[in-house]
């Protein structure tokens, strides 16, 4: 039954990653955005993680303006935590941290992203995050600790629903996959490829995960992604608008 639960929730969310490059530019960790208090200005609710909301049970954390999601709710079942609050930052007081980790002989990557997981909806999630725009890029900072060649995955879709086809249509996507480990916080900015011009989209999800296989539950226990001050790109004469 477990193994049938993750098999939709991470099957859904990870079969989005590839190990293809795309145009990602990792600027040098030693910037001056580095170790200073004050977190960096985002446009995404909470994108700097700077607040957290502790469960109904007590038993976790999760970011706590509702736009970020994690399995952390499985610690309610008996399973590990693999999304946390740390004071190990870019900018600020907190970043996310994401384990990947063994439930029995399940490997479950860490994996935070905008939308909302939920036992009763269909597919157990609801993914994305109602938005209007066009992205040029998603930045931010990340480190990883990766185990025995692991490798970790950033990725974000912006999508609108296609009433005539009654079925999600993906507007544009920008996707990272993290390689190789780094001690430091190292900034990404990666390009949203537009595969439709013509239509405006009506969400946007984003999603990171510590190892970007786990929908096949492989992966490595103890690989783990360091998440701070996400951002979007816009066209210059455009507003952001989340709701």
Known sequence: MIKNIFLILLFFVLILFSCKKDNVQNDNPNNDNQNTTTPLPTNLPDGNFEQWTLSEQGTY?????????TLNILKNLGGPGSVFKINDVNTGNYAAKLVSSMWGDLLISGIMLSGTF????????????????KPLKLTGYYKYISVNSDSAAIYANITYYNNNASKRDTIAEARFPVLTSTNNYTFFEID???????????????????????????????????????????PSDKKIRLF
């Open 61 to 69: 954390e999760e970011p706590s303006t509702g736009w970020w999601a």
């Open 118 to 133: 939920d036992f009763n909806a269909p597919n157990m999630m609801i993914q994305g995050k109602p938005f209007i725009q």
């Open 192 to 234: 949203f490829n537009y595969l439709i011009n013509n239509i405006n989209p009506d969400s946007i999800t984003i999603v990171f995960a510590s190892s970007a296989d786990g929908a096949n539950f492989n992966g490595q226990a103890g690989s783990t992604l360091f998440i701070d001050d996400v951002s979007l790109i816009l």
